[in-house]
C-alpha cells in the first residue's frame, strides 16, 4: 500500500519490515534440512569503528537479518532442530539480546528487550545476550552436538558483546568443526542459505520492488536535472537525497557517479570531477529497502544529447543488453547471459575496427572486462549457487564498453565509458524486467533529458 499527497508529493510507504512469520518460516526452513543433534550458532554484525568514538551507521549482516529481523548489535541466535530445554522450557531457537538499559537508552534509542523482542520478532525465546555463554557453553561441553555456523565476521572490536559472544564458541568446541568449508563448519549452512536467499519470496519482492522503484526515481532526476558544470558529487547528493525522501533507509552501496574520463573506471567513487560539455555520465546507484538493495546503471550524456560516437557506443551495448535479458530464463546456465552480451559486445565492437575480430576475446576483455550478471537481494551481490536459472531468482544484467584516451585508439572514442544495469526476475516464461521506470532506450534518455534542458 503507497498513498502520496499532491501531485508533487513523494512515494510514502506504510508497509512494515517483513513480518515475523516470514523470518520465522526461514529459521524453520533452515531447522527442517539439518540433523536433529545440531545446532546452529549465528552472530550479528559488529559495530564498525569510523574514528574516534564516532561509529558508521549500523547495518545487520544480511543472513542474520534474513534469519530474525531483528537489527540490533550485540545479538546472537542458537537454533536447534532437535529442541533444548531451557528454563523449564522446550524451544528450538533462543534469540539473544542486549538488554534493556534506561541510561544507554537515553544516548543510542530504545532496545527491544526480551519481551518485546519475542513479541515483534516472534522467536520462541529471546534471552539477554548476557547469558549467551552460559546457555551455549554447556550445550558444547557434552560433546553430542554438530555445530554450524557462518564465516566469523573480521573487524570485531575487543571488548565488545560480539568479541565475547565469538570466544565462547571457539574456545569450546572442536576447532576441526570451525574450519570454514569443514563438515559441520560454514560451507553446509552458506550452501544452504545461498540457495534459499537466491529465491525471493512475495514478502521479499515487495520490498526489493520499493528499492528498485525508488532508485529509478533518483535517474529520472538525474535526467531531468543535470547540467554541465554540475559537480559529481551534487549529482550523487541529488541521488541520495531522492533515496531519504521516497522512504529508503541508505543506499545498498557506494553510489557510482563517473564523469567523461571517470565513466572508464568501473567502481569509479571520489565523485569530485566537475562536468563538462560532451561528457557521458555512468551513474550506477542502489536504494536499499529494509536490507533489500536495488542496482541500476543508466549512461546519460550530461549535453542532454549523445554524440554521434556516444550513440554508437550506447547503442551497441544496449543491443547486448537486450540479448543477455532474453537468455535470462529458468533452466539456462547463470551464465548464459554473458555468453550472449559477449558476443553482441564482441561482433559490434570488430565492426567499430576497435578489435581485431569477433573471436578476439582478449580485445574484447580490454574494453568489457567484467561479468555481465550477479544475483541481487539483501547484498548488492547476493548470494546464489551460480547454477542453472530459478524462478523467483533476481539478477542483474550489466554490460558495458570502457574505452580511456590511449595512443592506439582513435581519440574520437577515447572517455566514452557505458554501463546499462536492469534488475531483472527470472520466471518459468520470459524475463520481467523490475528497473523499468528508469528509462533506459537512447531517444528516450534524450527526450527526456530536453524536457527541462
Given at each position: 500500500m503507497l498513498w502520496a499527497q499532491g501531485a508533487d508529493a513523494p512515494v510514502r510507504y506504510d508497509e512494515d519490515y517483513l513480518s515475523a512469520e516470514f523470518h520465522r518460516s526461514r529459521r524453520t526452513a533452515v531447522m527442517e534440512q539439518l540433523p536433529s543433534n545440531s545446532l546452529v550458532v549465528l552472530f550479528g554484525a559488529p559495530v564498525r569503528n569510523r574514528n574516534g568514538d564516532m561509529d558508521y551507521e549500523y547495518r545487520q549482516?544480511?543472513?542474520?537479518l534474513y534469519l530474525t529481523g531483528s537489527e540490533e548489535?550485540?545479538?546472537?541466535?542458537?537454533?536447534?532442530?532437535?529442541?533444548?530445554?531451557?528454563?523449564?522450557?522446550?524451544?528450538?531457537?533462543?534469540?539473544?539480546?542486549?538488554?534493556?538499559?534506561?541510561?544507554?537508552?537515553?544516548?543510542?534509542g530504545r532496545r527491544f528487550g526480551t519481551q518485546r523482542a519475542m513479541q515483534r520478532l516472534g522467536v520462541q525465546l529471546a534471552l539477554d545476550a548476557?547469558?549467551?555463554r552460559d546457555v551455549l557453553i554447556p550445550l558444547l561441553q557434552t560433546g553430542q552436538h554438530s555445530v554450524?555456523?557462518?564465516?566469523?565476521?573480521?573487524?570485531?572490536?575487543?571488548?565488545?558483546?560480539?568479541?565475547?559472544?565469538?570466544?565462547?564458541?571457539?574456545?569450546?568446541?572442536?576447532p576441526a568443526a570451525l574450519a570454514v568449508g569443514g563438515a559441520g563448519g560454514a560451507g553446509p549452512l552458506r550452501g544452504l542459505l545461498d540457495d534459499m536467499r537466491a529465491i525471493k519470496s512475495d514478502e521479499e519482492m515487495t520490498a526489493l520492488q520499493r528499492a528498485i522503484d525508488i532508485t529509478g526515481e533518483a535517474h529520472r532526476e538525474v535526467m531531468q536535472q543535470v547540467k554541465a558544470g554540475w559537480a559529481e558529487y551534487e549529482i550523487e547528493a541529488l541521488i541520495e537525497y531522492t533515496f531519504k525522501?521516497?522512504?529508503?533507509?541508505q543506499p545498498g552501496f557506494n553510489s557510482i557517479v563517473g564523469s567523461g574520463e571517470n565513466s572508464t573506471i568501473l567502481h569509479y567513487m571520489s565523485n569530485r570531477r566537475v562536468t563538462e560539455e560532451g561528457d557521458v555520465i555512468v551513474v550506477d546507484i542502489g536504494a536499499e529497502v529494509h536490507g533489500y538493495s536495488a542496482d541500476v546503471t543508466r549512461t546519460i550524456p550530461v549535453s542532454g544529447t549523445y554524440s554521434p560516437e556516444q550513440r554508437t557506443i550506447y547503442e551497441l551495448v544496449y543491443r547486448a543488453q537486450e540479448a543477455g535479458?532474453?537468455?535470462?530464463?529458468?533452466?539456462?546456465?547463470?551464465?548464459?547471459?554473458?555468453?550472449?552480451?559477449?558476443?553482441?559486445?564482441?561482433?559490434?565492437?570488430?565492426?567499430?575496427?576497435?578489435?581485431?575480430?569477433?573471436?578476439?576475446?582478449?580485445?574484447?576483455?580490454?574494453?568489457?572486462?567484467?561479468?555481465?550478471?550477479?544475483?541481487?537481494?539483501?547484498?548488492?551481490?547476493?548470494?546464489?549457487?551460480?547454477?542453472p536459472l530459478r524462478a523467483g531468482e533476481v539478477v542483474t544484467i550489466e554490460p558495458g564498453i570502457y574505452i580511456p584516451a590511449a595512443e592506439d585508439i582513435d581519440p574520437k572514442w577515447w572517455n566514452i565509458g557505458v554501463r546499462i544495469e536492469d534488475d531483472v526476475l527470472v520466471t518459468d516464461g520470459d524475463p520481467v524486467i523490475l528497473s523499468g521506470g528508469a528509462l533506459r532506450q537512447i531517444d528516450e534518455v534524450e527526450a527526456l533529458m530536453r524536457v527541462i534542458s
Open positions: 549482516a544480511s543472513d542474520f548489535p550485540g545479538s546472537a541466535m542458537i537454533l536447534a532442530p532437535g529442541g533444548l530445554d531451557v528454563d523449564g522450557a522446550r524451544v528450538h531457537e533462543i534469540l539473544f539480546v542486549p538488554p534493556r538499559d534506561p541510561s544507554r537508552e537515553v544516548w543510542d548476557t547469558r549467551f554450524y555456523h557462518l564465516a566469523f565476521p573480521d573487524g570485531v572490536p575487543d571488548g565488545s558483546v560480539l568479541r565475547d559472544q565469538l570466544r565462547a564458541l571457539i574456545d569450546n568446541v572442536d525522501r521516497n522512504g529508503s533507509e535479458i532474453q537468455a535470462t530464463r529458468a533452466g539456462n546456465p547463470f551464465f548464459a547471459s554473458n555468453s550472449e552480451t559477449s558476443r553482441v559486445l564482441a561482433e559490434g565492437l570488430a565492426a567499430l575496427g576497435l578489435i581485431s575480430s569477433a573471436n578476439d576475446q582478449v580485445g574484447l576483455r580490454r574494453f568489457f572486462m567484467h561479468g555481465t550478471s550477479h544475483y541481487l537481494g539483501l547484498d548488492v551481490h547476493d548470494a546464489g549457487s551460480y547454477g
